[in-house]
């Protein structure tokens, strides 16, 4: 156990100094700082949950891929938001997230529902998730382009994280990309072989440690940043980092696995994870539709991530 929280905290850490040499790197090229934005700085947080899958897939376990993205995105919304609405005491959604983006989560996470309803995500249905990835962030890029006001603040808020100073190239700049990297790569191996080993040690299947501790584990630079986000008013970053991840677990963390080997499904995953996440998009949808997501409302979905523990070890 203790091998598997030092190894999901250094699976954290490292995504983080990785996206932040590739953010610097990006300053460096010359690459706007919007687009920095929007694309190394929000995929970043989901890097965990990719590299961590396609080890798994890799090295034998592809039963954890499904569970660990499934599980991450029951935990994002269940306990991210509601976490962030209860310290940011009130969430607000602008009517581009109610029209595109929580219409992306559901039908994401209802391909990734369907895929799996046999039992297995196959290559085939591995290929239909990626391109869902890719459309997606395509899309993102070329049609949510912000208003010149929002785009200069995007930049600014870029620029201040990375520093004049840094807007050229230096060393260390390599030495975060590369040591990220390489330490992703271990920690994201140690990890896999920590929840093989605790399952079969505690005689539980290795889905269900992959859907809910390995979930946590790796979902917690969501939680820090839409905590962080939420707690200094910034609370379009609390929820827009919470869906474009759920998109992108969905999408890419299932989909790039499954195309190097098929993932099975267990029944865990069918009979609790699937309606699980399920229920948490369609709490959340309707919670949207007046536009904000408030601390009472919050409240609740922390109490429903708690149920959803609570079934998978039988505790209720």
Do not use: C
Request: aromatic letters at 8%; zero cysteines.
């Amino acid at each position: 156990m203790i091998i598997l929280a030092v190894s999901l905290l250094a699976l954290v850490k490292s995504a983080d100094l990785f996206t932040e040499g590739a953010e610097e790197l990006g300053v460096v090229f010359k690459v706007p700082s919007f687009v920095v934005g929007i694309t190394i700085v929000a995929l970043g947080t989901s890097l965990p949950e990719l590299v961590s899958g396609i080890l798994a897939a890799v090295r034998g376990a592809p039963e954890i891929v499904v569970g660990n993205a499934v599980g991450s995105n029951v935990t994002n919304i269940f306990l991210v938001l509601g976490i962030a609405a209860i310290l940011g005491g009130r969430l607000f959604v602008h009517r581009e997230i109610v029209k595109v983006d929580l219409p992306m989560v559901a039908s994401s996470g209802a391909l990734l529902a369907l895929t799996a309803l046999d039992g297995t995500v196959s290559r085939i249905d591995g290929v239909l998730l990626f391109a869902g990835a890719v459309i997606y962030v395509t899309y993102s890029v070329r049609l949510s382009r912000p208003s010149p006001a929002m785009e200069a603040a995007v930049e600014a808020s870029v620029v201040e994280e990375v520093g004049p100073e840094r807007a050229r190239f230096r060393p260390l700049i390599l030495v975060k990309l590369i040591g990220g990297a390489v330490i992703i790569y271990f920690a994201a191996e140690y990890t896999i072989r920590s929840a093989v080993e605790i399952s079969t040690l505690l005689d539980i299947g290795s889905d269900i440690i992959a859907i809910s501790a390995v979930a946590l584990g790796t979902s917690l630079p969501e939680l820090f940043v839409s905590a962080v986000a939420a707690r200094r008013g910034k609370l379009d970053i609390a929820i827009g980092n919470v869906l474009g991840s759920n998109v992108f677990n969905a999408f890419a963390v299932a989909g790039i696995p499954a195309i190097i080997a098929p993932l099975p499904v267990s029944n865990t995953i069918l009979t609790i994870g699937l309606p699980f996440m399920g229920v948490a998009t369609v709490l959340y949808f309707f919670m949207a539709q007046d536009r904000e997501v408030t601390r009472w409302e919050g409240m609740p979905l922390v109490l429903f991530y708690i149920l959803f523990l609570g079934k998978l070890f039988g505790l209720l």
